[in-house]
């Protein structure tokens, strides 16, 4: 197969996740016998910075002709005090809307050797398993700019939804769902908004079109408590931007390790940008100590979603899990015993892994 994938690493540490990604990549496409393509792009503050925008229209031109984005990360305190339309998460924002990325699909699943550096208790995080399906073009971070509004006295931010925009999130959620173990909890805040009243008849009309998901709905207070007390309960969370933004941080806790979390944020014909959920890490950018991980496993949800290369995407979550059995990992992760190594030498063991022969016969998947 030969694809053309565009790179954005963006800022801090995504020039080094980006160069693990790719590392993998090609050992996969040299296993497996695929062509995969570059094409690097600016985003965020350093395109501030060389182009005076977050967002390029030479990037946005390479991007609608790409089958794939991997992003690194971006922002830092560099940008911190500029105004915002040229503030590096724009770059982000404007990405994701301009390609009509709208089902932002989150997995959250702890790594046995890695449960322990969870602030919480063992056995509360010990097996939990979600997946946050979180909205990702709507809502208040796309409120019509007209009505967005601050005067210095007082503030405007819209919060708008269609019916559509709703209802193909939550097709989305019921499909991920059928996929797993048939759970669907839906997040809202139905007893003040009316965007989440609406939310909320939605998924009672979809139910009929997916008999075998169980369906619950919860408010988002109640949700982000549970979340850190009982997390076993969920399955597939489906929920909108803000509060999928707010709930998908926190139950990055429950893995002992926001270095390690995957996205892809996808649209119906399958295009998707990937990306790890951690930011920038400016404080140890450019210091060869970044942990890849979570970039890798955002390639391999690349591979799985939009190249439909399920076995070669169980190959890397494989690896992943692999060398962290054998007790390797960067600086950012706390491992009884461990071999702490940079961000080259991770992604090399991961590269050999994926190399080696017993790869084939010991795939596990992480991630469904
Ligand atoms: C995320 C980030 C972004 C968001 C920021 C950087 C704009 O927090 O991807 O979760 O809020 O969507
Ligand atoms: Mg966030």
């Not at 565009?6 to 062509?35: C, M, R, S, W, Y």
């Not at 559509?164 to 797993?180: G, H, N, S, T, W």
């Not at 404080?283 to 991980?293: E, R, W």
């Amino acid at each position: 197969m030969s694809k053309k994938i565009v790179l954005l690493p963006g800022d801090g540490i995504g020039n080094e996740v980006i160069q693990a990604a790719k590392d993998v990549l090609t050992a996969v496409a040299e296993e497996f016998n695929h062509t995969f393509s570059y094409q690097t792009e600016e985003i965020g503050g350093s395109a501030v910075d060389n182009h005076g925008t977050p967002l390029p229209k030479q990037t946005v031109d390479a991007c609608k002709e790409a089958d794939a984005i991997l992003l690194g990360a971006v922002g830092g305190p560099k940008w911190d005090s500029y105004p915002s339309h040229l503030r590096p998460e724009k770059g982000l924002l404007g990405i994701r809307k301009t390609l009509g990325l709208f089902a932002n699909l989150r997995p959250v699943k702890g790594f046995k050797h890695l449960l322990h550096a969870s602030p919480l208790k063992e056995d509360v995080v010990n097996g939990s398993d979600l997946l946050i399906v979180r909205e990702l073009t709507g809502g208040i971070y796309f409120g019509t700019p007209s009505e967005r509004q601050n005067d210095g006295q007082s503030v405007v931010d819209t919060l708008a939804y269609s019916k559509e925009e709703i209802e193909r999130i939550v097709d989305k959620a019921f499909q991920c769902a059928q996929l797993r173990r048939k759970h669907l909890t839906s997040v809202d805040k139905a007893n003040v908004l009316e965007s989440s009243k609406l939310w909320r008849e939605v998924v009672e009309e979809k139910k009929a079109s997916y008999p075998d998901v169980a369906v619950e709905h919860l408010l988002v207070d109640a949700a982000a408590m549970k979340l850190i007390t009982n997390p076993n309960q969920f399955d597939v969370i489906v929920t909108e931007n803000m509060f999928g933004d707010i709930l998908s941080d926190e139950a990055s806790v429950l893995t002992g390790s926001l270095g390690m979390l995957p996205s892809a944020s996808l649209r119906e014909d399958g295009v998707g940008l990937y990306e790890p959920v951690h930011g920038s890490a400016p404080d140890i950018a450019g210091h060869g100590v970044a942990n890849p991980l979570a970039m890798i496993l955002s390639t391999a949800l690349m591979l799985r979603h939009t190249f439909h290369l399920e076995h070669e995407a169980q190959l890397i979550e494989s690896a992943v899990k692999e060398v962290l059995d054998q007790g390797y990992h960067t600086p950012d992760l706390q491992l009884a015993n461990g071999k702490k190594i940079g961000t080259e030498a991770m992604t090399e063991k991961i590269v050999e892994f994926i190399k080696s022969e017993s790869a084939s016969k010991s795939i596990m998947s992480c991630y469904a």
